[in-house]
């Protein structure tokens, strides 16, 4: 049987197809047979033909190369004239050409050999291979050598060797004579018997009596589930087998599962595939897992603000505002702007590495030499959770003119929402004059970091001591 035909569904008439022998019982022959039906169809020529089908090698051949069920008369002793190198009375006989298939044809070919296999008795085992034929009533009988070979698939984790896989390798000897059928002990002939069996778990002997007893002819529904080799083939309510319903790792069939395609984006759909009697796709699963692992190790909130405090001073990922630019991370800050800033831009960086944004006045005035004045700058700020915003001097005004802040750094509080005022210190011997829209100071955004007190009574000691005030280094 070619491999396009594996996993088709068998045609309402292929178990009774008489032109099927010999791709079921037949050996390498069958492995150009006639079709999906050759295996069935041998099943049927195996019960009529009784105890005479499943003879081998000693035996005179009851099915002809031909696979039409036909005997060719040979006996099993003398060199078959269609006999190759390889194993099988009928091993070469794909490469010669054939006798034109007989439409209808049956077990029943030559009466003289059936006849004389009828002479010869029930099959028996041939060096101790076990064979598992049909006997007239339509039941499989094993031989206690095949019940030790494992012919039961409950024996056969995997399903490899099995003999549907068997019939379908037999249009390569090479590999029907391996492990498939050797290790199993099943010849390619007996294993087109069982090519309709489903995939896997269940035992063959009760399919394949279910299939004889269902007759030849059979149900169209049987045979079609039976050639399918699906998984749900075997399990349907039909099936009998005890363990068909207690395999809780048979996987659904194709379209019984929530697919990717399916999925919108990354949603987890465990809620829609139980109602629906459906499982969900693995990708869907492991994005299960993934998503309930990452739920069960959630941070609380306040952990998560300390984590993204202590993530953002180290310059790593996870800041309160996200992604990192240049490895600095930004911190978003509410502004609103008073009306006698209306027009004045607001702070901004002066090149891309600057700490500070400069301020600017919001009104123009006069600092005296050696006075100070409270600068306002038009804007109230709403800083972000454990954040201050520090007010600094800027160094060209400082070298340059004396200016200064008397309080530097300036600290604005996280909860204060007054307008952000700038305090000057002219140092200088001149009146320094500020128009609006000046830059005045600098801001820079600081991370705070509170303490908390441990009083004790005696502090661990260290080599300074309490030098201090210039008690380091030159006087
Ligand atoms: O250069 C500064 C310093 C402070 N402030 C504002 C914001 C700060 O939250 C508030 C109080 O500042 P700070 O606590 O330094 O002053 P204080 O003397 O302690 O005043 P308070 O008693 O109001 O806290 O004044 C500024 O606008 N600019």
Same mark, same amino acid.
Request: hydrophobic share 25%; with cysteine.
């Given at each position: 049987?070619?491999?396009?035909?594996?996993?088709?569904? *068998?045609?309402?008439?292929?178990?009774?197809?008489?032109?099927?022998?010999?791709?079921?019982?037949?050996?390498?022959?069958?492995?150009?047979?006639?079709?999906?039906?050759?295996?069935?169809?041998?099943?049927?020529?195996?019960?009529?033909?009784?105890?005479?089908?499943?003879?081998?090698?000693?035996?005179?051949?009851?099915?002809?190369?031909?696979?039409?069920?036909?005997?060719?008369?040979?006996?099993?002793?003398?060199?078959?004239?269609?006999?190759?190198?390889?194993?099988?009375?009928?091993?070469?006989?794909?490469?010669?050409?054939?006798?034109?298939?007989? /439409?209808?044809?049956?077990?029943?070919?030559?009466?003289?050999? +059936?006849?004389?296999?009828?002479?010869?008795?029930?099959?028996?085992?041939?060096?101790?291979?076990?064979?598992?034929?049909?006997?007239?009533?339509?039941?499989?009988?094993?031989?206690?050598?095949?019940?030790?070979?494992?012919?039961?698939?409950?024996?056969?984790?995997?399903?490899?060797?099995?003999?549907?896989?068997?019939?379908?390798?037999?249009?390569?000897?090479?590999?029907?004579?391996?492990?498939?059928?050797?290790?199993?002990?099943?010849?390619?002939?007996? /294993?087109?018997?069982?090519?309709?069996? /489903?995939?896997?778990?269940?035992?063959?002997?009760?399919?394949?009596?279910?299939?004889?007893?269902?007759?030849?002819?059979?149900?169209?529904? /049987?045979?079609?589930?039976?050639?399918?080799?699906?998984?749900?083939?075997?399990?349907?309510?039909?099936?009998?087998?005890?363990?068909?319903?207690?395999?809780?790792?048979?996987?659904?069939?194709?379209?019984?599962?929530?697919?990717?395609?399916?999925?919108?984006?990354?949603?987890?759909?465990?809620?829609?595939?139980?109602?629906?009697?459906?499982?969900?796709?693995?990708?869907?699963?492991?994005?299960?897992?993934?998503?309930?692992?990452?739920?069960?190790?959630?941070? =609380?909130?306040?952990?998560?603000?300390?984590?993204?405090?202590?993530?953002?001073?180290?310059?790593?990922?996870?800041?309160?505002?996200?992604?990192?630019?240049?490895?600095?991370?930004?911190?978003?800050?509410?502004?609103?702007? +008073?009306?006698?800033?209306?027009?004045?831009?607001?702070?901004? *960086?002066?090149? =891309?590495?600057?700490?500070?944004?400069?301020?600017?006045?919001?009104?123009?005035?006069?600092?005296?030499?050696?006075?100070?004045?409270?600068?306002?700058?038009?804007?109230?700020?709403?800083?972000?959770?454990?954040?201050?915003?520090?007010?600094?001097?800027?160094?060209?005004?400082?070298?340059?003119?004396?200016?200064?802040?008397?309080?530097?750094?300036?600290?604005?509080?996280?909860?204060?929402?007054?307008?952000?005022?700038?305090?000057?210190?002219?140092?200088?011997?001149?009146?320094?004059?500020?128009?609006?829209?000046?830059?005045?100071?600098?801001?820079?955004?600081?991370?705070?970091?509170?303490?908390?007190?441990?009083?004790?009574?005696?502090?661990?000691?260290?080599?300074?001591?309490?030098?201090?005030?210039?008690?380091?280094?030159?006087?």
């Amino acid at each position: 049987m070619g491999r396009r035909g594996r996993d088709r569904p *068998y045609p309402p008439g292929a178990l009774g197809g008489g032109g099927g022998g010999g791709a079921g019982l037949g050996e390498p022959a069958g492995a150009d047979g006639p079709g999906p039906g050759g295996g069935s169809g041998g099943l049927r020529a195996a019960r009529d033909a009784g105890p005479r089908a499943g003879r081998a090698g000693d035996e005179p051949c009851h099915v002809g190369p031909s696979g039409d069920g036909r005997e060719c008369g040979a006996a099993g002793g003398a060199r078959h004239p269609l006999r190759g190198a390889g194993r099988g009375a009928h091993g070469r006989a794909r490469e010669r050409p054939r006798p034109p298939v007989r /439409a209808g044809g049956d077990a029943g070919g030559d009466p003289r050999a +059936l006849r004389r296999g009828a002479a010869e008795g029930p099959p028996r085992p041939r060096h101790g291979r076990a064979d598992a034929g049909a006997d007239r009533s339509g039941s499989l009988h094993l031989q206690p050598q095949q019940r030790q070979a494992g012919l039961c698939h409950r024996r056969r984790p995997g399903g490899a060797g099995r003999p549907r896989d068997a019939g379908e390798r037999a249009d390569q000897p090479g590999r029907a004579s391996g492990r498939h059928l050797e290790a199993r002990r099943i010849r390619p002939r007996d /294993a087109g018997r069982l090519r309709g069996r /489903a995939a896997g778990r269940c035992c063959h002997l009760r399919r394949c009596r279910g299939r004889l007893a269902g007759g030849a002819g059979g149900e169209p529904e /049987a045979q079609e589930g039976a050639g399918r080799g699906r998984a749900d083939a075997g399990h349907g309510p039909q099936s009998r087998h005890p363990g068909d319903h207690l395999d809780p790792y048979r996987a659904p069939e194709a379209g019984g599962r929530l697919r990717r395609g399916d999925r919108a984006g990354d949603r987890e759909r465990p809620e829609e595939a139980g109602p629906q009697g459906l499982r969900l796709d693995r990708g869907e699963r492991r994005l299960g897992r993934r998503l309930r692992r990452r739920r069960q190790h959630r941070p =609380s909130g306040e952990r998560r603000r300390r984590r993204g405090l202590a993530q953002d001073a180290q310059g790593r990922s996870g800041g309160p505002t996200g992604r990192a630019r240049g490895g600095v991370f930004p911190v978003k800050v509410l502004v609103q702007r +008073l009306p006698h800033a209306e027009g004045l831009p607001l702070p901004t *960086y002066a090149t =891309s590495g600057a700490a500070g944004m400069d301020l600017l006045a919001a009104k123009a005035m006069t600092v005296p030499a050696g006075g100070r004045a409270l600068v306002p700058t038009g804007l109230c700020i709403a800083l972000p959770e454990g954040y201050e915003m520090q007010v600094r001097p800027r160094s060209g005004l400082a070298l340059k003119h004396g200016i200064t802040l008397p309080n530097a750094p300036g600290t604005v509080d996280e909860d204060y929402r007054g307008e952000v005022g700038v305090i000057l210190l002219n140092t200088g011997s001149e009146p320094f004059e500020i128009a609006r829209g000046d830059r005045i100071a600098q801001a820079v955004f600081a991370p705070v970091t509170r303490a908390q007190w441990e009083e004790v009574v005696v502090l661990p000691e260290t080599q300074r001591g309490g030098g201090g005030f210039g008690s380091t280094g030159r006087q």
